[in-house]
């Protein structure tokens, strides 16, 4: 599927759901809980690229992962989407009030599964449940633990072959949890490599100098221009760690 096309349907799916929202702004729901427009696109391209059917999604805020993901599936020939978020019928902070399922049903998705726990709590369940899932997306509470907590049952639940997605792979915790799968864990990088923030403009100098002498520029620069901060691989093989082995992540 050629770029322009993921992307002129996503946009235009956007603003048919988010008619409020000016899409592509830095404000409403593409930074509040809500992915970037640049990879929502990259996200429709991997469920309709992977003939994936039934999909797993850690967090679901506004919902805008939700409604692509949907429209990909529904465009693939169908499939079914479950999603975790603890917060999303709370009335009170840090809840959303329904908004993610009122914009899903907007969008014309009705068919959807909501599980109202804890991370901790419903990812545990679909393991003893035995479920099993060709895409997870990992977008939860952005600590370390929670989102290695996360990475550990995706893997769990993920089929052989399936795709795994991390937002905000660039914040710091969330990039050393992804790099601990990376060292630990069989996984093919589908997307350009993660890159963690830069703390400074003079560590995002250096950074720069030091991946245009290794010939890495252009990949970072992808990343920027296309994923922004989504990273994604596909499943090799379920294998536990080693478990005397620990290499440096």
């Not at 990879?39 to 469920?47: A, G, H, N, S």
């Not at 479950?82 to 969008?107: H, W």
């Not at 792979?169 to 630990?184: D, G, L, T």
Request: proline share 4%.
């Amino acid at each position: 599927m050629p770029q322009s096309d993921a992307d002129s349907i996503v946009r235009t799916l956007l603003r048919e759901t988010f008619q409020n929202e000016r899409i592509g702004e830095k404000s409403g729901a593409f930074t509040r809980s809500g992915m970037s427009i640049n990879e929502l696109p990259r996200l429709y391209e991997l469920v309709r690229r992977n003939a994936i059917r039934n999909v797993l999604e850690i967090g679901m805020g506004h919902a805008t992962s939700s409604i692509v993901i949907s429209r990909a599936l529904a465009d693939g020939g169908g499939g079914h989407l479950t999603s975790i978020d603890p917060f999303q019928t709370a009335q009170e902070k840090p809840g959303y009030a329904s908004v993610g399922i009122q914009n899903l049903k907007r969008a014309g998705f009705a068919d959807h599964k909501l599980i109202e726990l804890p991370d901790y709590l419903a990812l545990p369940q679909l393991v003893a449940d035995k479920a099993a899932f060709d895409f997870i997306l990992v977008d939860g509470y952005h600590s370390f633990d929670y989102t290695l907590l996360d990475i550990f049952y995706a893997d769990l639940l993920l089929r052989d072959g399936g795709v795994l997605c991390v937002h905000d792979s660039s914040w710091p915790a969330v990039y050393h949890a992804i790099r601990f799968m990376e060292q630990h864990k069989p996984y093919e990088l589908l997307s350009p490599p993660p890159y963690m923030g830069s703390r400074s403009r003079l560590h995002a100098l250096g950074r720069r100098i030091s991946l245009a002498a290794s010939g890495r520029l252009a990949g970072f620069r992808e990343r920027n221009r296309r994923w922004n901060t989504l990273v994604a691989y596909r499943k090799r093989e379920s294998r536990m760690a080693a478990e005397k082995v620990f290499d440096a992540y």
